[in-house]
């Protein structure tokens, strides 16, 4: 072999690409680097580490690095997937809070909360109410009047009955001092 030949042997293995890492630069700094995402302002500064830049000075990392890793797709799936299970943690508490101040104080926005949770409410939709049909003695009249004989006996007969327990309800209703919307 040629002394040429050696050279552009040696050279089309220097410019080849290197298969590229998939994990992190430094596993372990970044596994710490991580659980330190994790924590709230206050233990960080706990931790005697409050900013990216002074973890990056304690691990002699550039901050590039931890930009780095902070860019990666499974840096940031994982810290959401983990912040939401420490998260649920709470779930229980949040919502018993949520429910004694709607009770305790009533305002609106924490009502409206409430009722999206439990409720599955949207004020982009609300649900329609109607008022009540109400019916009086001639509406009842005028429809039996349209059905034939037979029926019409049947349904006079099952009016008679209904008055009768209205009669007894609001005599029942007087007697405990309950008023009643509705008049016989």
Known sequence: MKKDDQNVNSQKISTAKKPRS??????DVYADFFAWSLLSQIEKHTA?????????????LTPSHLSRWKQRDDF???????????IMEFKPD??????????KHG???DVELWLRY??????????????????????????????PPEKQHEHYVALARLRADMVVAEQRAKEQGIK?????
Request: net charge positive.
């Open 180 to 184: 009643t919307d509705y008049t016989l």
């Open 48 to 60: 005697g580490v409050a900013t990216a830049e002074a973890f990056a000075k304690k691990h002699n």
């Open 107 to 109: 305002k609106a926005s």
């Open 76 to 86: 940031r799936d994982n810290l959401h997937r983990e912040q939401v299970f420490r």
């Open 22 to 27: 998939t994990g992190p630069y430094k596993k």
């Open 118 to 147: 439990f409720e599955g409410w949207d004020s982009k939709n609300p649900v329609k109410t109607e008022p009540p049909v109400r019916f009086t003695p001639d509406d009842f009249k005028s429809m039996i009047e349209f059905l």
């Open 94 to 103: 949040i919502l018993h809070a949520l429910t004694e101040q709607c009770i």
